[in-house]
Structures are given as structure tokens and as C-alpha cells.
């Protein structure tokens, strides 16, 4: 048996890629946040709205989101004596399918060395999810029918397994995400989690080097804020590996012009351990 050959990380921390997960709700900056991130960027845009939050930087983005033949547009029941309702004979959702294939094929080809890429980015998680969902209906013959455990496990060991393989590229991976609010019916706690399904609330979080809350504060201040410790009754899952940052860092753009030198890249250039940026 050949032993591989050990690391000492004390001579190679810059080996360390970064792999960060933003989730708050809609507002809060996630998407902006992109701006931030030192090096160069190809963002994979699932949601409909977050090119608008983009336009004017110097990101790479390829939007991915339904084609007009995917949409199922006709109403349906969910009692067991609904009338069907009059729609296309057949609808193939082909969102995720067309993401993978991009996504591999950049890779293969050695387009993203080629082009020098330091960051490849998800927005977001939750539309990522719908995708998968829609597919994996689609392939059961069900597209349009109401959800089971089964889909919902079968989807969520696929964004795991989806999670696990970008943490293990040589690049830096910056993710947003949605929450959601969870009351247990017998205990009535109520719990906050990721609003992705089954394994993969658990297992997500475990591929992340970073998982921060980001908030918008109101008022004359107008700031963004990122929660870098869990919440006391809140989201527990938020973790950080970058020493020394508070537990509520302001991470508000001062100027878009010059947005590296504020929010996340900010954080990350005084960081200790910077990510490892090809392009430098």
C-alpha cells in the first residue's frame, strides 16, 4: 500500500479554500454581498431576482431559471375526486440537468483555471432546491403533485452530495441560502432552520467553512449586519473558522465602487487566513 504524502498546514494554510453559506431573508444583502469578494467571480444566478442586485459589477453570472416550456401553468385539486384540469401533455423540467452539465463542463475543460476564477457562487441554495424538487417529481411521474418524504429525502442527499463536491474544489465557494420556522407539535418549541430539505439541514452545514445570518437594520443607520455566533433562540447552525470577528460585524457597502474594502471581502482580507485567490 502507498501512504499519501502528509500536509503541514503551518506551511501551506493558504491551501485552505473558503467555503461560506450567507442565509437571512430577502433584503438583508446576501446577493450584494457577492461584490465584496476579492478575486474574480462566476456566479450561477437560480434566482429570478438576483441579477438586479448585481448589475454594474465586475461578476461573471449565468442565470439559470425555467425556460417558458417548464412552466405548469394549469390548476390542479388535491382531493381524491378533483377534476383534472386541461394542460400541456408534457412538461420536462431541465434546470438542474442544465446547470450540471455547465458546471461540469467548465471544470473538464479547464475553463475555470484557464480563466482564472477564485470564487464560484450559488444564488441560492433554496431555488437550487426547487430545481431538484421539480426535476425529481418530473422523473417519478408526478410533476405537479404534492411533495412525499421520499422526494424530500431523495432531494436533500442530492444538494449534500451537491455541497460535498464543491467544498472539495481547489476554489472558493460562496453559497446564500433562506431560513425557515419549525414548531414542534407535541414539545411547541419552535426551532430555525435551513430552509433546504431532510439530511441536508445537518450535512450542509457540515461541508461549510462559514455559515453567517446576515440582517438589514432600519433606520437612519440603514446597515447590514452579519451574525458571525448562533442566535439564543434563534438559528444555533451559524459557525465562523476567521478569528477575532465580532459577533455582529457591519458588513455594509459604503461605496460600490469600491466594494472589496468593505462587508465579507472586507472581513476576509484582515483575516488571518485569506483565501487563496488565484488572480493575486
Same mark, same amino acid.
Given at each position: ?13 493558504? @491551501? ?93 475543460? +479547464? ?107 432600519? +433606520? ?7 451574525? @458571525? ?33 468593505? +462587508? ?17
Amino acid at each position: 500500500m502507498t501512504l499519501r504524502p502528509v500536509e503541514n498546514v503551518r506551511e501551506n494554510s493558504t @491551501t485552505s479554500y473558503q467555503t461560506i453559506l450567507v442565509v437571512g431573508g430577502t433584503g438583508s444583502g446576501k446577493t450584494t454581498q457577492m461584490r465584496t469578494l476579492p478575486g474574480k467571480k462566476l456566479a450561477y444566478l437560480f434566482d429570478p431576482n438576483a441579477k438586479i442586485s448585481l448589475i454594474g459589477s465586475d461578476i461573471d453570472l449565468i442565470e439559470f431559471t425555467p425556460e417558458l416550456f417548464e412552466f405548469d401553468l394549469k390548476l390542479k385539486g388535491f382531493n381524491k375526486s378533483a377534476r383534472p384540469d386541461r394542460g400541456r401533455s408534457k412538461i420536462e423540467p431541465t434546470v438542474y440537468n442544465r446547470w450540471e452539465d455547465d458546471l461540469n463542463e467548465r471544470f473538464d475543460s +479547464g475553463f475555470m483555471e484557464k480563466e482564472g476564477y477564485d470564487w464560484i457562487c450559488l444564488d441560492s441554495l433554496t431555488f437550487l432546491v426547487q430545481a431538484l424538487m421539480d426535476r425529481q417529481m418530473f422523473l417519478n411521474g408526478r410533476l405537479g403533485q404534492l411533495e412525499d418524504r421520499g422526494d424530500y429525502r431523495m432531494v436533500g442527499n442530492t444538494l449534500s452530495h451537491i455541497m460535498t463536491a464543491l467544498a472539495s474544489l481547489p476554489i472558493n465557494i460562496y453559497c446564500t441560502g433562506h431560513l425557515s420556522t419549525y414548531q414542534d407539535e407535541k414539545t411547541g418549541k419552535i426551532d430555525v432552520q435551513l430552509a433546504i430539505p431532510g439530511s441536508s439541514r445537518v450535512k450542509v452545514p457540515l461541508s461549510c467553512s462559514n455559515i453567517w445570518l446576515a440582517k438589514y437594520v432600519s +433606520g437612519d443607520s440603514h446597515q447590514h449586519i452579519l451574525r @458571525t455566533r448562533p442566535e439564543p433562540r434563534g438559528f444555533q447552525s451559524i459557525r465562523t473558522s476567521i478569528p477575532g470577528l465580532k459577533e455582529e460585524e457591519d458588513v455594509t457597502i459604503k461605496s460600490f465602487s469600491k466594494a472589496q474594502e468593505y +462587508g465579507i471581502g472586507a472581513l476576509l482580507t484582515r483575516a488571518d487566513k485569506k483565501p487563496p485567490l488565484r488572480s493575486a
